[in-house]
Protein backbone atom coordinates (compact mmCIF):
# COMPACT_ATOMS: atom_id res chain seq x y z
CA UNK A 1 0.00 0.00 0.00
CA UNK A 2 1.35 3.13 -1.05
CA UNK A 3 -0.41 6.52 -0.43
CA UNK A 4 1.50 9.95 -2.22
CA UNK A 5 0.02 13.34 -1.31
CA UNK A 6 0.83 16.56 -3.41
CA UNK A 7 -0.25 20.04 -4.45
CA UNK A 8 0.13 21.71 -1.05
CA UNK A 9 1.72 24.89 -0.79
CA UNK A 10 1.94 28.88 0.66
CA UNK A 11 -1.19 30.05 -0.26
CA UNK A 12 -2.59 34.05 0.63
CA UNK A 13 -6.36 33.95 2.60
CA UNK A 14 -9.53 33.22 0.21
CA UNK A 15 -6.94 31.55 -2.33
CA UNK A 16 -7.29 28.34 -3.98
CA UNK A 17 -5.44 25.17 -3.89
CA UNK A 18 -5.92 21.57 -5.64
CA UNK A 19 -4.35 18.22 -3.38
CA UNK A 20 -3.67 15.02 -4.91
CA UNK A 21 -3.52 12.05 -3.20
CA UNK A 22 -1.95 8.52 -5.50
CA UNK A 23 -2.92 5.45 -4.17
CA UNK A 24 -1.55 2.25 -5.36
CA UNK A 25 -1.34 -1.54 -3.70
CA UNK A 26 -5.28 -2.13 -3.04
CA UNK A 27 -8.53 -2.10 -5.12
CA UNK A 28 -8.70 1.42 -4.62
CA UNK A 29 -12.63 2.08 -6.19
CA UNK A 30 -14.17 -0.19 -3.50
CA UNK A 31 -12.83 1.88 -0.42
CA UNK A 32 -14.28 5.22 1.66
CA UNK A 33 -11.54 7.64 1.12
CA UNK A 34 -10.68 10.65 2.94
CA UNK A 35 -8.14 13.93 3.81
CA UNK A 36 -7.69 14.47 7.16
CA UNK A 37 -5.07 17.25 8.36
CA UNK A 38 -3.00 17.98 11.45
CA UNK A 39 -1.94 21.14 12.35
CA UNK A 40 1.15 21.77 14.76
CA UNK A 41 -0.10 21.05 18.37
CA UNK A 42 -3.31 19.81 17.45
CA UNK A 43 -4.65 16.36 17.05
CA UNK A 44 -5.43 14.85 13.24
CA UNK A 45 -9.10 15.34 12.26
CA UNK A 46 -10.85 14.38 9.54
CA UNK A 47 -12.22 17.09 6.93
CA UNK A 48 -13.89 15.21 4.29
CA UNK A 49 -15.23 11.59 2.71
CA UNK A 50 -16.02 10.06 -0.02
CA UNK A 51 -17.71 6.19 -0.98
CA UNK A 52 -16.68 4.22 -3.79
CA UNK A 53 -19.79 5.32 -4.89
CA UNK A 54 -19.14 9.05 -4.65
CA UNK A 55 -21.71 10.03 -1.75
CA UNK A 56 -19.30 12.54 0.30
CA UNK A 57 -19.04 13.93 3.92
CA UNK A 58 -17.58 17.13 5.24
CA UNK A 59 -16.25 18.50 8.46
CA UNK A 60 -18.56 21.68 9.22
CA UNK A 61 -15.70 24.02 9.54
CA UNK A 62 -15.00 23.02 5.23
CA UNK A 63 -18.23 22.70 4.47
CA UNK A 64 -19.19 25.07 1.46
CA UNK A 65 -15.37 25.49 0.76
CA UNK A 66 -14.23 22.17 0.21
CA UNK A 67 -14.87 19.37 -2.58
CA UNK A 68 -13.27 16.20 -2.11
CA UNK A 69 -13.44 13.72 -5.54
CA UNK A 70 -11.84 10.56 -6.72
CA UNK A 71 -11.17 9.10 -9.57
CA UNK A 72 -11.30 5.36 -9.58
CA UNK A 73 -9.67 4.60 -12.79
CA UNK A 74 -7.09 6.84 -11.77
CA UNK A 75 -6.30 5.54 -8.16
CA UNK A 76 -6.82 9.07 -6.78
CA UNK A 77 -8.34 10.96 -4.45
CA UNK A 78 -8.15 14.97 -4.63
CA UNK A 79 -9.29 17.95 -2.33
CA UNK A 80 -10.39 21.11 -3.97
CA UNK A 81 -10.00 23.86 -1.54
CA UNK A 82 -11.36 27.46 -2.01
CA UNK A 83 -11.93 30.45 -0.01
CA UNK A 84 -8.92 29.28 2.34
CA UNK A 85 -8.37 30.91 6.08
CA UNK A 86 -4.88 31.20 8.38
CA UNK A 87 -6.66 28.36 10.03
CA UNK A 88 -6.89 25.75 7.48
CA UNK A 89 -3.02 25.82 8.01
CA UNK A 90 -2.08 21.78 8.42
CA UNK A 91 -0.26 19.24 6.72
CA UNK A 92 -2.74 17.33 4.51
CA UNK A 93 -2.92 13.26 4.42
CA UNK A 94 -5.42 10.72 3.03
CA UNK A 95 -6.40 7.67 4.30
CA UNK A 96 -9.05 5.08 3.97
CA UNK A 97 -11.01 4.78 7.40
CA UNK A 98 -12.49 1.93 8.90
CA UNK A 99 -10.92 -0.42 6.66
CA UNK A 100 -7.57 -2.64 6.84
CA UNK A 101 -5.93 0.11 5.11
CA UNK A 102 -6.68 2.54 7.94
CA UNK A 103 -2.75 2.42 9.59
CA UNK A 104 -1.39 3.51 5.96
CA UNK A 105 -0.74 7.10 5.82
CA UNK A 106 1.96 8.74 2.99
CA UNK A 107 4.17 11.53 3.87
CA UNK A 108 1.70 14.08 3.62
CA UNK A 109 1.46 17.57 2.34
CA UNK A 110 1.39 20.92 3.91
CA UNK A 111 -0.60 23.72 3.54
CA UNK A 112 -0.08 27.20 4.79
CA UNK A 113 -2.30 29.50 4.99
CA UNK A 114 -0.73 33.23 5.14
CA UNK A 115 -0.24 36.70 4.02
Known amino acids: VQLVESGGGLVQPGGSLRLSCAAS????????AGWYRQAPGKQRELVAT???????NYDDSVKGRFTISRDNAKNTVYLEMNSLRPEDTAAYYC??????????WGQGTQVTVSS
Open 25 to 32: GFTFSIYV
Open 95 to 104: NFPHSYLSPY
Open 50 to 56: ITGDLKT
